[in-house]
């Protein structure tokens, strides 16, 4: 007997983001470049397997590409002005003797081996970090995922959304627009061609914002309830309370000095009662959505998956300082932790529990933003270019 296909659908764009979030966390407690490499592969993998066809899918590729011109930056700042580590000298760089209030400072002059390392485990940490953010933008949908923002924080949701779906939506209408200049005959490459190209991308996201704004404005957008002078202040403080505790939470956390326990605390009330103020203000919104995403076992376990990541690093960071942030003088391959290794490779689950999502998901739209506007064609201004 033959198996019935899977049923193709979208998972939540919530658990995307809570499994990439996670993820890019677990990354921020390591500085061992297997580990950090294998998180890169992860991403890459459910990426590769759970994509659509969607314009802000190639987003992945382009948050990379960031990720290694920032890596290229860190290593020739260290070259240059890194303080000096003794160890292997690798080359020596003309130096530039610097004033005694500048001492601690240096321009040029011996580059060790000891000091690249240290540059390229750190700025892989950060490649690590972009490409889980590049992952949750490549495979939630932001037009879905604005519709998951609480009433309370809608206003705010439409500009993350907005500002998170910035690079793809460039990239998509960076597209086009190379595909009018061919059809035309017209150069797509030369500081000319690079020019008008820039030009028609900024007119044309300039049109696209004002669109959105006048589809905003015509839909009632920003509308609230009236409440009650002092069930208004009651959410603020708790809200404000809450976001308070989650901010010295979150810095105790990073402390070392600071009892985990206590950290875990203060994050846990701030979490409780900024839910609680989310809650009581989203009285306010006067909004309805229509068909809401599900959250099924899918959804679960991709978020878990994550969650269980970030758990295992954070208490690897603690048990195993000396495998999860390797030194680099003296000179020594870094160890492979087993614990952090699997929870690396349990973070890869969503690319088999993720339903698959269909061929032709995401292909009518060119611009990730405009379909919360109507008129999502190509502007005038980038067709002229």
């Known amino acids: 007997m033959m198996r019935a296909p899977r049923a193709t659908r979208a998972l939540h764009p919530v658990a995307w983001w809570l499994w990439a979030l996670a993820l890019a966390a677990a990354a921020s407690r390591t500085l061992n470049p297997l580990l950090l490499s294998a998180i890169i592969a992860v991403a890459a993998l459910v990426v590769a397997a759970r994509r659509s066809q969607a314009p802000w899918a190639a987003s992945f590729r382009a948050f990379l590409v960031l990720g290694v011109a920032v890596l290229g930056v860190r290593l020739v700042f260290e070259a240059l002005f890194g303080a000096p580590i003794p160890g292997t000298t690798l080359f020596t760089l003309p130096e530039v003797t610097l004033p005694e209030w500048m001492a601690g400072a240096r321009l040029g002059g011996a580059v060790t081996v000891e000091a690249l390392l240290a540059a390229l485990y750190s700025g892989l940490q ?24 609480p009433g309370a924080l809608y206003e705010a949701g439409v500009a993350v959304v907005v500002a998170l779906t910035l690079v793809p939506s460039a990239l998509a209408h960076l597209q086009l627009i190379r595909e009018a200049r061919r059809l035309r005959g017209q150069p797509s490459r030369g500081i000319t061609s690079v020019a008008r190209t820039a030009t028609a991308v900024l007119a044309g996201a300039l049109e696209r914002s004002l669109t959105l704004a006048a589809a905003m404005d015509s ?61 009581r203000s989203n009285r306010r919104a006067v909004r309805s959505v229509y068909r809401p995403d599900p959250w099924r076992w899918p959804e679960t376990v991709t978020v878990a998956s994550g969650v269980i990541a970030a758990a295992v690093y954070t208490a690897a960071a603690v048990a195993l300082p000396a495998e999860m942030l390797p030194v680099t003088n003296p000179l020594a391959w870094p160890a492979l932790p087993l614990a952090p290794l699997l929870a690396t490779l349990i973070a890869a689950a969503p690319a ?32 002229a270019a």
Request: proline content about 8%.
């Open 126 to 149: 950060l490649v690590a970090i972009l490409a889980c953010v590049g992952a949750a933008n490549a495979l939630a949908n932001p037009t879905r995922l604005l519709k998951s923002v």
């Open 219 to 279: 839909r009632g957008f920003g509308r609230l309830r009236p409440l009650p002078a002092r069930e208004r202040r009651i959410t603020a403080t708790l809200t404000l309370a809450g976001l308070i505790s989650l901010l010295i939470g979150g810095f105790a956390l990073l402390d070392a000095s600071t009892a985990p326990l206590a950290a875990v605390a203060l994050l846990t009330i701030g979490a409780a009662l900024a839910l609680i103020g989310l809650h």
């Open 352 to 383: 088999w529990v993720a339903p698959p999502v269909s061929s032709t998901s995401g292909k009518s739209t060119a611009d990730p933003v405009a379909s919360l506007a109507p008129n999502d064609h190509l502007p005038a201004k980038a067709v």
